[in-house]
């Protein structure tokens, strides 16, 4: 099997804006990483975002056999099946399409959602079996303390997220509650927590 890769030379051949160019970098090697993981046939997380996984097996029980990419709607999750269908197409020559869209679509200083935009793009293309998924409705979300205190998961939570904007004492103690923060004031581990799968 041949393998082709993104030469450095071919990169710096693209022709992007100047203000876009980081962007588009930190793009392709999410794509770039998760292409060699889909050659070598690794179902890969793509996970950006403030968010805490409270088990493993996130989609677990949601698993559709006849999907080979999941997106969340709501928060920045990206799961590939390292499946020979999702082989044909993410090659070099989507790597190149995937920056050429993003530098078409994004405004200087903008953040880009990655895995809806590649959602977006795959959605375009005969063959990708993609599943949206309202990851929101299996999380639980930290509010501001004048929303209370979060003092248990609820049943069939997986994970906890929070706004960008909320402050760090805030998600510090919501974690506490849910004993999920295990730091102590100098910022030191005193406690690891493992999940079982």
């Not at 990206?78 to 530098?103: C, H, I, N, P």
């Not at 979300?141 to 979060?150: M, P």
């Not at 997986?158 to 510090?172: F, T």
Request: glycine residues 6%; contains cysteine; aromatic residues 10%.
């Amino acid at each position: 099997m041949q393998t082709n890769y993104l030469t450095i030379s071919e990169h710096k051949s693209m022709r992007f804006q100047d203000s876009n160019a980081r962007l588009i970098k930190v793009i392709l090697v999410k794509a770039y990483v998760i292409k060699k993981c889909v050659e070598f046939r690794y179902n890969t997380w793509l996970v950006e975002g403030n968010l805490v996984f409270i088990n493993t097996d996130l989609f677990h029980e949601s698993v559709d056999v006849n999907s080979d990419i999941y997106v969340g709607k709501n928060l920045d999750l990206f799961f590939v099946r390292g499946s020979s269908s999702v082989q044909k197409y993410w090659g070099d020559d989507f790597l190149y399409e995937v920056a050429t869209v993003v530098d078409k679509v994004t405004l200087p200083g903008d953040r880009i959602n990655f895995a809806y935009t590649l959602a977006n793009i795959l959605e375009q293309k005969a063959g990708v079996r993609i599943k949206r998924v309202d990851e929101t409705s299996f999380g639980v979300e930290i509010l501001t303390e004048k929303n209370g205190n979060i003092s248990s998961l609820g049943v069939g939570k997986k994970l906890v997220y929070w706004s960008a904007e909320l402050g760090l004492d805030v998600i510090e103690k919501q974690l506490e509650e849910l004993r999920m923060w295990i730091i102590d004031g100098e910022l030191s581990c005193v406690a690891v927590v493992c999940h079982q799968p």
